[in-house]
């Protein structure tokens, strides 16, 4: 038996972390469907009518430069692996002072791109209605805060959905004009009458269409697989949207002339798409745009909101930046304020596209230099927590190179952009030394370190000490989730525990909704434990109390099924114990997180239908063959040995019912079919190893059978049902069925096998 613990101390190993959710798809998906923009559906008319066919260099040196960056974020990303990115980033590196200009200049410019993307969305909107395009940016912006306020949910794959869509109508324009472009039109390359010049002013404009690669970093706690996934989604989608850029106004250049008067038009896309594919190449171009634009400009004002909420709760912002909806569990007013400063800008700038861009483009520039600066610093300062496991190839050349290039980008700007840009930073600056200096909760850098060099090495060691003795204590996972099944589950993990010798991993995923920031309902979930026993807490006390070690972890996340694979991704669990409260109908099943699991864990699972599991003193396990049966005999056989109860081996043969026994030849024909079955029976308990009664039925309903058998007993197990087939789906599975009409409870058994 497992040795006892302390109750007292049960909820001591009880941690709260994020959950990671996200595959390199769905990573990737977040840069490019923030790039895959506003700015590759408005602006390649205005930029090529100010280079020529030079802005193909333009849009080339921008991905170049993003590059850059994107390796140099790649490896404080996996150094850094927390919720946060460019923000975390300078605030580990340079402190609270240049986190506080950072943490504004982030959020602003997100905002000024949010309001360029609806201001984008205006003109293809305005093109198809005649209206304002301000009107409709203003009125768009209105609802995606709405939406936004009450955590409208999206599906897991919604994100990657419309990247799909967005890319595919571009390559649809592409394929369609790439045999129509005239080459001659692109001659000269770079325009006497332009020259260089037109590169360097383009290249502020355009930089803002490369923004979205900085959100990945921004989710990295939440991303599976860091060290691999997240400098693969990074570099991969600043390489896919340059690739996709260039082609799109290749195709542009090649069909107009750049300086046709016609060329600077925010919709010359949807022109030239009318003019190839007709009033359906119109359509097609105009559903991109639209779904681009009003894509780009949700995921921005999210991410605003989110960086905002951030910064009220480290105190850089006002505390009530900080507040979350009592109903919405949204950060309600972080998002007003978000939304109320877009549809600002776009009443007072909603005239000057180009402006908006710049100004964002140069904000976001600004926290890139630092963050290629700071991959040098955090290099040198070789700091014992600071190991990235991706190293920036080409160093220290390629961190000096992206700070040279944002530079460069930065002072071709417009007059106007800088004195905008200075002036935000400079508002920043005096924000911290008035009112922050002395009330921050951040902390530098040394901080930091104390408690890396003195907890973390610790907790590394305990976490290694564990998976090292992983084999002599086997983990079971225990998900909970409902009160009312809590008990009969525990009765059963802790018994299974002790029998085999095994620690349990507790674990409640907190639940949030998208619009929500995990860190909110981090929060909200340590103040409702400080108020109050949690069903961690108490389950924790009572594997104590059992005798059984056990470790409890809160995980916030946005899909409860992800949530739970990813800890059994960790933890190589032995066994995953579930429980199931209410009616078993399939229709209801399918939208759990107990079908969720069932669907994807590569583990073995049980899953409990309790109706009140007292002493149990009889189990009745029904088989048919198959590795589910013979698990569940095993765990019906440790569990009897657990409670001194007894174990019944049932099975159900389908005959004719009492009409079978009105001749002789019937009555002979119902010996051999017992016969054959009691043999079976005999086979499989001793291919398993456990002893048990045996008992063979027959009747017209297998169902009806086994429901019968079971009201001698307390317990039923029984393995999964394979039955994947239409009359399943209709009428439910065998094991389904039992788990509704038994009286007793019934504890279904998947194997991995």
């Given at each position: 038996m497992a040795e006892k613990v302390n109750a007292k101390n049960s909820n001591a190993n009880t941690r709260t972390h994020l959950a990671r959710d996200l595959g390199f798809i769905a990573a990737m998906s977040v840069g490019v469907g923030t790039m895959v923009g506003a700015g590759i559906f408005v602006l390649?008319?205005?930029?090529?009518?100010?280079?020529?066919?030079?802005?193909?260099?333009?849009?080339?040196?921008?991905?170049?430069?993003?590059?850059?960056?994107?390796?140099?974020?790649?490896?404080?990303?996996?150094?850094?692996?927390?919720?946060?990115?460019?923000?975390?980033?300078?605030?580990?590196?340079?402190?609270?002072?240049?986190?506080?200009?950072?943490?504004?200049?982030?959020?602003?410019?997100?905002?000024?791109?949010?309001?360029?993307?609806?201001?984008?969305?205006?003109?293809?909107?305005?093109?198809?209605?005649?209206?304002?395009?301000?009107?409709?940016?203003?009125?768009?912006?209105?609802?995606?805060?709405?939406?936004?306020?009450?955590?409208?949910?999206?599906?897991?794959?919604?994100?990657?959905?419309?990247?799909?869509?967005?890319?595919?109508?571009?390559?649809?324009?592409?394929?369609?004009?790439?045999?129509?472009?005239?080459?001659?039109?692109?001659?000269?390359?770079?325009?006497?009458?332009?020259?260089?010049?037109?590169?360097?002013?383009?290249?502020?404009?355009?930089?803002?269409?490369?923004?979205?690669?900085a959100e990945i970093s921004a989710i990295s706690e939440e991303i599976r697989n860091p060290n691999r996934n997240l400098p693969l989604a990074l570099v991969g989608s600043v390489v896919v949207v340059t690739i996709i850029y260039c082609a799109v106004v290749f195709c542009i250049l090649g069909l107009r002339q750049y300086n046709d008067p016609n060329m600077a038009n925010e919709t010359v896309l949807m022109d030239l798409a009318r003019q190839l594919m007709g009033r359906g190449g119109y359509i097609l171009v105009l559903f991109g745009g639209i779904l681009a634009t009003v894509s780009s400009a949700n995921a921005s004002v999210m991410a605003a909101s989110r960086i905002s909420f951030a910064m009220g709760r480290d105190q850089l912002m006002p505390d009530w930046f900080n507040q979350i909806h009592s109903?919405?569990?949204?950060?309600?007013?972080?998002?007003?304020?978000?939304?109320?400063?877009?549809?600002?800008?776009?009443?007072?700038?909603?005239?000057?596209?180009?402006?908006?861009?710049?100004?964002?483009?140069?904000l976001s520039l600004v926290l890139y230099s630092l963050i290629t600066l700071a991959c040098i610093i955090m290099r040198h300062a070789k700091l014992d927590w600071y190991k990235p496991s991706f190293r920036t190839p080409g160093y220290p050349l390629v961190p000096v190179l992206g700070l040279m290039g944002c530079i460069f980008v930065m002072v071709n700007t417009s007059r106007a952009t800088l004195i905008i840009g200075y002036l935000i930073v400079a508002a920043s600056f005096v924000w911290y030394l008035l009112f922050l200096r002395k009330g921050t909760r951040l902390v530098g850098a040394s901080n930091i370190l104390l408690r890396e060099k003195v907890i973390n090495p610790l907790v590394v060691r305990a976490e290694e000490f564990i998976v090292a003795r992983r084999g002599e204590f086997p983990t079971i996972l225990v998900p909970l989730a409902n009160p009312d099944t809590e008990q009969s589950l525990l009765k059963v993990s802790t018994a299974l525990a002790r029998r085999r010798r095994a620690r349990l991993q507790l674990i409640h995923v907190v639940n949030v909704p998208l619009q929500t920031p995990l860190e909110a309902g981090r929060a909200a979930y340590e103040k409702r434990r400080e108020e109050q026993k949690t069903l961690l807490d108490i389950?924790?006390?009572?594997?104590?109390?059992?005798?059984?070690?056990?470790?409890a972890s809160a995980i916030v996340a946005h899909n409860v099924p992800s949530a739970i694979l990813s800890v059994a991704d960790v933890e190589q669990p032995d066994l995953v114990v579930m429980g199931w409260h209410g009616e078993i109908r399939r229709p209801r099943i399918q939208r759990t997180s107990v079908a969720g699991v069932l669907k994807v864990a590569k583990g073995n699972v049980v899953v409990l239908k309790t109706r009140g599991l007292?002493?149990?003193?009889?189990?009745?396990?029904?088989?048919?063959?198959?590795?589910?049966?013979?698990?569940?005999?095993?765990?019906?056989?440790?569990?009897?040995?657990?409670?001194?109860?007894?174990?019944?081996?049932?099975?159900?043969?389908?005959?004719?019912?009492?009409?079978?026994?009105?001749?002789e030849f019937d009555r002979e024909s119902i010996r051999l079919f017992r016969g054959v079955a009691e043999d079976f029976v005999r086979d499989t308990l001793d291919e398993v190893g456990v002893q048990a009664e045996m008992n063979v039925v027959m009747d017209t309903d297998i169902v009806r059978a086994i429901v019968r058998a079971a009201a001698e007993h307390d317990l039923i197990v029984m393995g999964a049902s394979n039955e994947w087939t239409l009359r399943s789906w209709l009428f439910g599975s065998i094991p389904d069925k039992v788990a509704d009409r038994a009286p007793a409870s019934v504890l279904m058994v998947r194997s991995r096998e």
């Open positions: 390649p008319g205005i930029v090529a009518s100010k280079a020529g066919p030079a802005v193909l260099l333009s849009f080339a040196t921008c991905g170049f430069i993003s590059i850059l960056i994107a390796l140099c974020m790649a490896e404080l990303s996996t150094g850094m692996p927390y919720a946060g990115g460019g923000y975390l980033f300078a605030v580990r590196a340079f402190g609270p002072l240049v986190g506080t200009v950072m943490g504004w200049a982030l959020w602003l410019s997100l905002i000024f791109a949010s309001a360029f993307y609806m201001i984008g969305f205006g003109y293809y909107m305005g093109d198809a209605l005649g209206v304002s395009p301000t009107l409709v940016a203003v009125i768009m912006t209105v609802l995606l805060g709405l939406l936004n306020f009450v955590g409208a949910r999206e599906t897991g794959g919604t994100q990657s959905v419309i990247v799909g869509v967005l890319i595919l109508v571009l390559i649809t324009f592409v394929a369609r004009a790439i045999f129509t472009v005239e080459p001659q039109r692109l001659t000269p390359f770079v325009p006497p009458e332009i020259g260089f010049s037109g590169v360097m002013i383009t290249l502020p404009i355009l930089f803002i269409t490369f923004m979205g690669f109903r919405f569990r949204t950060p309600y007013l972080s998002i007003a304020v978000t939304g109320g400063l877009t549809m600002v800008l776009l009443v007072i700038l909603g005239g000057h596209l180009e402006l908006l861009a710049e100004v964002a483009g140069f389950a924790s006390r009572h594997a104590a109390e059992q005798g059984v070690k056990a470790r007292g002493e149990v003193g009889r189990i009745l396990v029904p088989i048919s063959g198959g590795p589910h049966a013979k698990l569940g005999l095993k765990v019906a056989s440790e569990l009897a040995a657990e409670w001194g109860a007894l174990v019944t081996a049932l099975n159900s043969q389908v005959g004719r019912g009492p009409s079978a026994a009105r001749s």
